[in-house]
């Protein structure tokens, strides 16, 4: 006689079965004509016919085979009975995407059809399947990197996937490796521009997203609405510098939206890359931004993450800008945890995002800072390449300068800690600014 746990075990791998067979079958336009037969039949089949004949603690092998069979045969003519048919198998690579010769993503690189066919029939417990993953970067061919993740499993179910695409982009970065947060500001020092000659303004912005509700790419309507719940009642514990107030997108007045236009503040829909990630749908709703009265700290709700926080002044007190992005941190983190959640994060990847070149720290540490004569440099990118720093137009990325006014922020997201980044930002802007005094001096610039 079997023991009852493997009978129990059976009888797992039998419901199972047969409820992934309901479910693909839910999924297709026939289910709605066949909802209310496929409750009853579902509701009857495991309390009436597996539950009885699972009675008693131990079932000999032959009975155990003879219910084994009577049930798949039950099964096969439930599924008739609702049409549902046998899934025809598809050739070898049938479903693969098509890129274009001009399509340089970091998608196309590492998608083979060897990994396709791997990971195309795997789907996170949020229901994100590698289809869902990739459409962004099938959808727009211009893309740099093409895939984002729905969740945080997607991390772990398309592993072969990401972790080859993270590895690229991150410089190296392997499966094996760890990634460790440091939030203390004490350990940051300097100031690249003390006499406020150079550098216009600071700013530095991290992702957060709570563990056990989707990302933005593979959220449902409901979980969205969870996120924008707790973060607002986060928002409205802030006190301090950091009271202020969260203006929805949905119900906003046309003066908050003009004024938030004025301020630079207000995110769009109008992103294509996002749009086919998904991250667009049933757009306005359960998204906003909140801002402090001095306009000096700001937090974006449901755009391509959960939270983009973001802290930002004028001038170039990098070490100010990063305990008021910290205090802030802390504050919405405090709410997070009363409402019983958590960030989501592990020792590999550090902060999960949606987009895989954000994880780690999700940090961007950024000036505008006024770089005329360096910028014209036939040296500036190589500089800024040894600096571990990247350079853009004031307006974001492949952006024309305005004045010699740049952006310069820190390349890196993985593998460093936010101290290191912020200090990285701040030691490669002082020496871009000490390149422009001695070239605006017509002398050489110093080496780098």
Not at 16 to 30: E, L, N
Not at 134 to 157: F, K, P, R
Request: some cysteine; aromatic content about 8%; glycine content about 10%.
């Amino acid at each position: 006689q079997r023991p009852p746990c493997e009978l129990a075990t059976s009888r797992g791998f039998l419901e199972t079965r047969m409820f992934s067979r309901f479910a693909r079958f839910a999924a297709s336009g026939a289910s709605r004509a066949f909802s209310s037969k496929f409750s009853t039949v579902a509701t009857a089949f495991t309390a009436g016919t597996i539950g009885a004949a699972c009675i008693g603690t131990a079932v000999s092998e032959d009975s155990t085979f003879t219910l084994l069979l009577d049930i798949s045969e039950r099964v096969k003519r439930i599924e008739k009975n609702l049409g549902i048919r046998p899934t025809r198998k598809e050739a070898f690579g049938a479903g693969f995407p098509a890129f274009t010769a001009k399509n340089h993503s970091l998608l196309k690189k590492h998608l083979t059809v060897e990994v396709y066919e791997q990971l195309k029939d795997r789907v996170t417990p949020n229901g994100f399947t590698l289809e869902r993953a990739i459409q962004s970067g099938v959808d727009n061919q211009d893309s740099g990197v093409g895939l984002y993740a729905g969740d945080e499993e997607t991390y772990t179910v398309f592993a072969p996937l990401f972790d080859s695409l993270i590895e690229d982009y991150h410089g190296g970065y392997k499966p094996t490796d760890r990634h460790v947060s440091d939030l203390d500001v004490t350990k940051v020092t300097g100031n690249p521009d003390p006499t406020g000659e150079y550098v216009v303004s600071t700013r530095i912005r991290v992702g957060r997203n709570i563990r056990g509700l989707g990302l933005p790419p593979g959220t449902t309507r409901s979980q969205r609405r969870e996120v924008e719940k707790i973060v607002v009642k986060g928002f409205q514990s802030l006190d301090g510098e950091l009271k202020g107030k969260y203006f929805p997108l949905g119900s906003m007045t046309e003066a908050e939206r003009k004024q938030l236009v004025e301020d630079h503040f207000l995110f769009k829909k109008g992103d294509r890359f996002l749009e086919s990630a998904g991250a667009n749908r049933d757009w306005p709703e359960s998204r906003g931004i909140f801002h402090n009265e001095k306009k000096t700290f700001l937090v974006w709700v449901n755009e391509e993450d959960q939270m983009r926080i973001i802290s930002m002044q004028s001038g170039g007190d990098a070490k100010q800008v990063f305990q008021r992005l910290v205090d802030g941190i802390a504050a919405v983190e405090q709410q997070v945890k009363a409402a019983g959640y958590e960030f989501a994060y592990n020792d590999h990847l550090g902060f999960i995002h949606s987009c895989p070149t954000n994880c780690g720290t999700g940090m961007r540490a950024s000036v505008h800072v006024k770089l005329p004569n360096a910028s014209k440099h036939p040296d500036f990118q190589k500089w800024c390449d040894k600096l571990r720093l990247q350079p853009r137009g004031i307006h974001g990325e492949h952006s024309e300068t305005e004045g010699g006014v740049y952006d310069i922020s820190n390349k890196e997201r993985l593998g460093k800690s936010e101290v290191q980044l912020v200090q990285t930002m701040i030691d490669g802007v002082s020496a871009l600014i000490a390149a422009e005094k001695a070239l605006a001096a017509g002398k050489p610039a110093p080496k780098i």
